[in-house]
């Protein structure tokens, strides 16, 4: 079945960098897109970043614009989110996630998330 | 980018009750709406996608309607289970922006 299994997250200082995987596992990971959800604490689900089946487009929230950078390595069958110039607002469970095939196209499968804390 | 506003931000409800969340997008999405159940320290789950379509394993006590703008996700016999955060999400565009979330408390 379906897993994806996320890694790398921490305690960064504000404007410190952090490099979140997540490894995939249980289906054919180069023909589904792939995102990034955050959830920041008492707060909702928040869509960070989506990365087409072969990387060739990227979406980022306003939020994260500029500062995180999206990517995947089929080879490896691993998604990665690149944090740079994190702020205290930052600070989340990050967890990656993939589309549905054609016929649901929403995001179905989730990993646990990783915890990032972005604190001085 | 596309506004999801849902409501209410948290309902109070017990077993067996029947219970609606409402979602409205700020510009047409057609039906590339889709309801997740979130519970604390979880991975959250997809329960509807396309706006009524009920995924895979989903008890069908929880059912999806509505297109354009205007969306409702329906729980009838509420469970113990149940009691979890609630989000929609549109997927019309490749910006995946969710709602607020609805916290269903007993």
């Known amino acids: 079945q379906v897993q994806l299994v996320e890694s790398g997250g921490g305690v960064v200082q504000p404007g410190g960098s952090l490099r979140l995987s997540c490894a995939a596992s249980g289906f054919i990971f180069s023909v589904f897109g792939m995102h990034w959800v955050r959830q920041c604490p008492a707060k909702g689900l928040e869509w960070v970043a989506f990365?087409?089946?072969?990387?060739?487009?990227?979406y980022y929230a306003d939020s994260v614009q500029g500062r995180f950078i999206i990517s995947r390595d089929n080879t490896r069958n691993t998604l990665y989110l690149q944090l740079n110039n994190l702020r205290l607002d930052d600070t989340a469970v990050y967890y990656c996630?993939?589309?549905?095939?054609?016929?649901?196209?929403?995001?179905?499968?989730w990993g646990q998330g990783t915890l990032v804390t972005v604190s001085s | 980018d596309i506004q999801m506003t849902q409501s209410p931000s948290t309902l109070s409800a017990s077993v067996g009750d029947r219970v609606t969340i409402t979602c409205r997008a700020s510009?047409?999405?057609?039906?590339?709406l889709a309801w997740y159940q979130h519970k604390p320290g979880k991975a959250p789950k997809l329960l509807i996608y396309k706006a009524s379509t009920l995924e895979s394993g989903v008890p069908s006590r929880f059912s999806g309607s509505g297109s354009g703008t205007q969306f409702t996700l329906t729980i009838s016999g509420l469970q113990p289970d149940d009691f979890a955060t609630y989000y929609c999400?549109?997927?019309?565009?490749?910006?995946?922006?969710f709602g607020q979330g609805t916290k269903l408390e007993i």
């Open positions: 510009q047409t999405i057609s039906s590339w």
């Open positions: 996630a993939k589309e549905g095939p054609a016929s649901v196209r929403a995001t179905q499968d």
């Open positions: 990365i087409r089946y072969d990387g060739t487009n990227k």
């Open positions: 999400q549109q997927y019309e565009s490749y910006f995946h922006s």
